[in-house]
């Protein structure tokens, strides 16, 4: 024994209880970028008892500014982002069991992932996946908390199923595209002011201090001083197809899937988002222009060359990433620039 | 017109009379935006008939994917 946890102890609300209750508990990170790279050291350093945290991607020299586990090593031997946090972690931390993957999330994976788990800790980037989300969490009672951030923005929230609504209560419509930390930039201080709500509220989670929660969707700009809290408890949709009486759980239905394909020979992905939708490319054409990369145009589709890819965007969603056969760069690639 | 949007005064145009006004005025209408309204969630479908009046408290928060 030693003294790791003391001052976390001395702190009431968790006290040695709470730290018992901590080490009992497992929690899945769904991804290793900004956000789960942080969300995962607070809980590693916190004493939880396991952490699942599965990313698609590598590690990049544009990762290094806001993604605290990484070093220039890995950006320069491109190791993947789960194989380098669980590096990192298992030097923080050694007590903690660590189990990571290099995987691309989907229903699938999601259903094998969530066993034995008490809460998903959300640090993905694009809307698909938190869908998912949000119907696992709803389909086997598991809270998950909300987190994203781009430029100086970041909002949080968090969803237990039964009680709070869901992120599918809380969507009219499921937002497509729009800026990305790719595209708008992003500060390192909005990803760790996101971290720190998301997490204050896993540590109220796990150590069951459920009075503690907040009920409230918040949203910050730390570069322009907005803060923002909605109490949205009454927008808990009592006909909710995730988390209401009858429900179908409807993102982890096929037709809800954005798909993927490889086109033999062509060393392209086709990614189809899973509803024909109309892209505005002229807009698309404006987030992209700032990218370095190359940008021709028709009435009909945006082409966007950039490294040794190149995106063609059809005004119906669909796109054609050149330049990879592989379907998680693809995905990767697809949600950096179309959000 | 004076609003206290996300806690602070804030002086918005006379041309700024609804809802949906106001979320195009922040450049927010492409966006998942949840509005409150004097303590009242607002549902998209009243942005455009819900007037603003001098001193309405509105909160409003959109929906960002990136992480
Ligand atoms: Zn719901």
Redesign the interface.
Known sequence: MNDRYSRQELFAPIGSQGQTKLRKKHVLVIGAGALGTGSAEVLVRAGIGKLTIVDRDYVEWSNLQRQQLYTERDANLRIPKAVATKERLTLINSKVDIESHVMDVSVEEMEQLVKDVDLIMDATDNFDIRMIINDISQKYQIPWIYGACVGSYGITCTVLPGETPCLNCLLETVPMGGVTCDTAGIISPAVQMVVSYQTTEALKLLVEDYHALRKKLISFDLWKNHFAAINVEQMKNVSCLSCGPNPTYPYLAFSNQTKTAVLCGRNTVQVRPSKPMDRNLESLAKILSGQGGKISQNPYLLSFSIGNHRLVIFKDGRVLIHGTKDIAEAKTLYHRYMG | MELVI???KVEVPNSVETIAHLLHHFELQ???V?V?WNAK?L??GLHQETKLCNGDKV?????????
């Open positions: 996300n806690g602070d492409q966006k998942v949840i409150e969630i549902e998209k909160e409003l928060v959109h929906f960002v994917g990136g992480g």
